[in-house]
């Protein structure tokens, strides 16, 4: 593994032909969660079973949070006493209508991050995946339909519905694009039938989207591993 800055923020880089990203094989962009530390998903490269000589790239959110835990990123912050709220009074927190402050900042700094690992790395957009866990994957989300990059998939992993009255018209553009998504059944932060609203909003714009349903909360279970090796295996082999 080795640590680099692109798109002025760190990053971490394992994979390919050396185990620190090298040769000129697919790269799969991961983004974490809110409240993740900038690894939180690295271990992931070592248990997928991705084409070989894939390369991964995991950068870390450009805020830096007080949670009393370790090292606590975020891509943009959200309310956490309303969180808590919902929460214990058991609420839908539906985002679909937010428009989170941070997230055009955010969406910056992963384009510039896409530029410098197509630089850097020589990747190519055509054979690069991008996805992420969580608000990673709302992000990620965004990132996709707001750009003209030829992603070869986008992957969701617990994610839900974001800026809907900007994303769904934008949609359309993507048709044919590969997506996995994955959400647990009794997820406690982001609920089911929210990501469900999304998935066939997606599928009704003309994006083939792969579902991963599972009985279990805000996680990503060994189903989902395993989906998503076979998934990278079909997209960029």
């Known amino acids: 593994m080795r640590q680099e800055r692109f798109g002025g923020?760190?990053?971490r880089i394992v994979g390919g032909s050396d185990g620190k990203g090298g040769g000129d094989g697919p790269v799969v962009v991961?983004?974490?969660g809110f409240g993740?530390?900038?690894d939180d998903l690295v271990s992931l490269w070592q248990v997928l079973e991705a084409p070989r000589g894939t390369r991964f790239v995991f950068p870390e959110g450009p805020l830096s949070l007080s949670l009393g835990f370790g090292d606590s990123r975020a891509w943009w912050l959200i309310d956490m006493a309303r969180l808590n709220?919902?929460?214990a009074e058991g609420r839908l927190r539906d985002l679909s209508r937010n428009v989170p402050k941070g997230l055009t900042l955010a969406r910056q700094h992963v384009i510039g991050l896409l530029g410098d690992v197509e630089r850097r790395l020589g990747a190519n957009p055509k054979t690069t995946i991008l996805g992420g866990f969580s608000q990673g994957a709302m992000l990620a989300c965004d990132v996709v339909l707001r750009t003209e990059r030829p992603f070869a998939a986008l992957v969701m992993m617990s994610g839900t519905l974001l800026a809907k009255a900007e994303?769904?018209?934008?949609?359309?553009k993507r048709k044919g694009l590969r997506v996995?998504?994955?959400?647990?059944?009794?997820d406690p932060l982001l609920p089911f039938s929210l990501a469900e609203q999304l998935r066939e909003l997606l599928s009704q714009a003309g994006l083939a989207v792969e579902w991963v349903s599972f009985r279990g909360g805000h996680e990503i279970p060994e189903i989902v591993v395993k989906r998503l090796?076979?998934?990278l295996n079909q997209v960029v082999a």
């Open 9 to 11: 923020l760190q990053v």
């Open 30 to 32: 991961l983004l974490h």
């Open 36 to 38: 993740a530390p900038g």
């Open 85 to 87: 709220r919902d929460i």
């Open 167 to 172: 994303w769904v018209p934008l949609m359309p």
């Open 180 to 186: 996995l998504q994955s959400h647990g059944s009794a």
């Open 229 to 231: 090796g076979a998934f």
